[in-house]
């Protein structure tokens, strides 16, 4: 069968064979380039639109990559030979705000702050908050589980998920979950779509959670350490003085260094004055912390080595924030890098940190490192000096991988698995947790349709 000259016959303009339209969903900003091209890429107007693809593809046994907004750095969302790429990114309705049961009803293309800019005026705020809230959609951050900065205090985007619609490999539509706040009937199918990375069903609508959104003021205290074990060890301390804060972010010295020469010395010297050292915590408190838990924070860090800087008034605070959000654009400006992506318990970040350090001098590789250390999530920047991720930046990330493991932590702490980490996957998982996670991709996608060498290596 022309699978091509079907798709277009049911689906007409929203399907597109050009080159360069095709070129630009082989890669993702994973910086990783698929060797072959997709047969096409599909821009869904609708629903009906993504079940005639998968239909379609289901019977001619053809690959289906789910696209949002391609901002995944895992390669999740790239798409490879002969597969059709299903982009929801025109599918971007805002179909419901719900004031009185706190949700809101949205198509999957919805980028993240759209959807937080439509509820400001109902006194509303979506809290899943991913660095690229700015350019990632709802679907794409469902799919990925994705997390931020904010998550210790107000979860990642499982908490934010009621309810899915969604289109399964042979082009049924399924509804999981449901609009109220308690619901425990069967098994929890919303929670299995969240984070499955495209490879069990095509998002086409979301139920998700809304909180009131946050008032009062923001206290904001950055602070500078000798080194950055102390940092990490200034951060566990807040965490076990159960202070909560909404943000606790971590940068290390070259991460510092790559973040100076990218914004300038003086813009951070305006907000934390002469202090510097080789590594930076910004803590941020909201909602008008009580002065003694302010208080409580600095003296921590200050115990702990730190030189502080509190700011109460919340342009100053952003000055702060606008240090740490530099951080994925400095390294990039210097030259390509790696961005990888793991977890640890938040009382071993320092012996993270370690490891970091141990990998870096052992493969010769420069890895400037940002933490959301509230939730010890690391982001180590392998730098690519050739540009080029070689067998060396490989084993070191490998290396990196092992050493989250055997701190008891995870592979993944929000990016997903995508192609970069599936050749990972059993070491954390397990035989016995891999095989079942194979047999429940089976029963959604006995085809194997379902963006296929995605999380799970094909070979296996
Ligand atoms: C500068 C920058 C900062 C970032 N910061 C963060 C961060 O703080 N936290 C974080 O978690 N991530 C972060 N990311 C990574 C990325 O933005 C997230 O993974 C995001 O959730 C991806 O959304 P997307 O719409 O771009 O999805 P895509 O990249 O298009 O897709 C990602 C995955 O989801 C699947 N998918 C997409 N839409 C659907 C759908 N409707 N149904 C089923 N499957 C689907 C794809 O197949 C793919 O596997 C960052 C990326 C950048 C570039």
Same mark, same amino acid.
């Given at each position: 069968?022309?699978?091509?000259?079907?798709?277009?016959?049911?689906?007409?303009?929203?399907?597109?064979?050009?080159?360069?339209?095709?070129?630009?969903?082989?890669?993702?900003?994973?910086?990783?380039?698929?060797?072959?091209?997709?047969?096409?890429?599909?821009?869904?107007?609708?629903?009906?639109?993504?079940?005639?693809?998968?239909?379609?593809?289901?019977?001619?046994?053809?690959?289906?990559?789910?696209?949002?907004?391609?901002?995944?750095?895992?390669?999740?969302?790239?798409?490879?030979?002969?597969?059709?790429?299903?982009?929801?990114?025109?599918?971007?309705?805002?179909?419901?705000?719900?004031?009185?049961?706190?949700?809101?009803?949205?198509?999957?293309?919805?980028?993240?702050?759209?959807?937080?800019?439509?509820?400001?005026?109902?006194?509303?705020?979506?809290?899943?908050?991913?660095?690229?809230?700015?350019?990632?959609?709802?679907?794409?951050?469902?799919?990925?589980?994705?997390?931020?900065?904010?998550?210790?205090?107000?979860?990642?985007?499982?908490?934010?998920?009621?309810?899915?619609?969604?289109?399964?490999?042979?082009?049924?539509?399924?509804?999981?979950?449901?609009?109220?706040?308690?619901?425990?009937?069967?098994?929890?199918?919303?929670?299995?779509?969240?984070?499955?990375?495209?490879?069990?069903?095509?998002?086409?609508?979301?139920?998700?959670?809304?909180?009131?959104?946050?008032?009062?003021?923001?206290?904001?205290?950055?602070?500078?350490?000798?080194?950055?074990?102390?940092?990490?060890?200034?951060?566990?301390?807040?965490?076990?003085?159960?202070?909560?804060?909404?943000?606790?972010?971590?940068?290390?010295?070259?991460?510092?260094?790559?973040?100076?020469?990218?914004?300038?010395?003086?813009?951070? @010297?305006?907000?934390?004055?002469?202090?510097?050292?080789?590594?930076?915590?910004?803590?941020?408190?909201?909602?008008?912390?009580?002065?003694?838990?302010?208080?409580?924070?600095?003296?921590?860090?200050?115990?702990?080595?730190?030189?502080? @800087?509190?700011?109460?008034?919340?342009?100053?605070?952003?000055?702060?924030?606008?240090?740490?959000?530099?951080?994925?654009?400095?390294?990039?400006?210097?030259?390509?890098?790696?961005?990888?992506?793991?977890?640890?318990?938040?009382?071993?970040?320092?012996?993270?940190?370690?490891?970091?350090?141990?990998?870096?001098?052992?493969?010769?590789?420069?890895?400037?490192?940002?933490?959301?250390?509230?939730?010890?999530?690391?982001?180590?920047?392998?730098?690519?000096?050739?540009?080029?991720?070689?067998?060396?930046?490989?084993?070191?990330?490998?290396?990196?991988?092992?050493?989250?493991?055997?701190?008891?932590?995870?592979?993944?702490?929000?990016?997903?698995?995508?192609?970069?980490?599936?050749?990972?996957?059993?070491?954390?998982?397990?035989?016995?947790?891999?095989?079942?996670?194979?047999?429940?991709?089976?029963?959604?996608?006995? @085809?194997?349709?379902?963006?296929?060498?995605?999380?799970?290596?094909?070979?296996?």
């Amino acid at each position: 069968m022309d699978v091509l000259a079907r798709l277009i016959a049911e689906l007409g303009d929203a399907v597109t064979a050009d080159p360069a339209r095709l070129a630009a969903v082989r890669t993702d900003e994973s910086g990783f380039l698929a060797d072959g091209t997709p047969l096409a890429l599909v821009e869904a107007q609708g629903v009906e639109d993504v079940q005639a693809t998968l239909r379609l593809a289901n019977e001619a046994g053809i690959g289906v990559v789910a696209r949002g907004a391609g901002t995944g750095l895992a390669a999740g969302a790239v798409g490879d030979q002969g597969v059709i790429v299903l982009s929801v990114a025109k599918m971007n309705r805002i179909i419901e705000i719900d004031p009185a049961n706190e949700l809101a009803v949205v198509e999957p293309g919805v980028i993240n702050a759209d959807l937080d800019a439509a509820l400001a005026p109902y006194g509303l705020w979506y809290a899943p908050d991913p660095a690229s809230k700015a350019i990632s959609s709802i679907g794409g951050n469902i799919a990925t589980n994705a997390g931020g900065l904010l998550c210790a205090k107000y979860g990642v985007t499982r908490e934010a998920v009621l309810g899915l619609k969604v289109v399964l490999a042979d082009g049924r539509l399924l509804e999981t979950g449901h609009r109220t706040v308690k619901g425990v009937t069967g098994y929890d199918l919303t929670a299995l779509f969240v984070g499955s990375e495209g490879t069990l069903g095509v998002v086409v609508e979301a139920t998700v959670r809304v909180l009131p959104r946050p008032g009062g003021d923001v206290v904001t205290i950055g602070a500078f350490f000798p080194e950055v074990r102390q940092a990490a060890l200034a951060s566990s301390a807040v965490v076990v003085a159960r202070l909560r804060p909404a943000v606790m972010e971590l940068l290390d010295g070259q991460a510092l260094e790559a973040i100076r020469e990218y914004l300038g010395d003086e813009l951070i @010297r305006d907000a934390m004055g002469p202090a510097t050292g080789d590594g930076f915590l910004l803590v941020q408190f909201d909602e008008s912390p009580a002065a003694e838990k302010v208080l409580h924070a600095v003296e921590l860090l200050e115990q702990a080595g730190g030189q502080t @800087r509190v700011s109460t008034d919340a342009a100053t605070g952003e000055q702060l924030l606008g240090i740490r959000r530099a951080f994925h654009a400095a390294p990039a400006a210097r030259g390509q890098v790696l961005i990888e992506d793991v977890s640890v318990p938040r009382s071993r970040l320092a012996d993270a940190f370690d490891a970091i350090a141990a990998v870096s001098a052992q493969y010769g590789v420069r890895i400037p490192t940002a933490a959301h250390a509230g939730d010890g999530n690391l982001h180590p920047n392998f730098v690519l000096d050739g540009g080029a991720i070689t067998p060396t930046v490989r084993a070191a990330a490998d290396a990196l991988f092992r050493a989250a493991l055997a701190l008891g932590g995870t592979l993944t702490g929000e990016h997903g698995v995508g192609i970069l980490k599936r050749h990972h996957l059993i070491d954390e998982l397990g035989p016995d947790s891999y095989a079942l996670q194979r047999q429940v991709k089976a029963v959604f996608d006995p @085809r194997g349709i379902l963006n296929p060498g995605k999380v799970f290596e094909t070979t296996q």
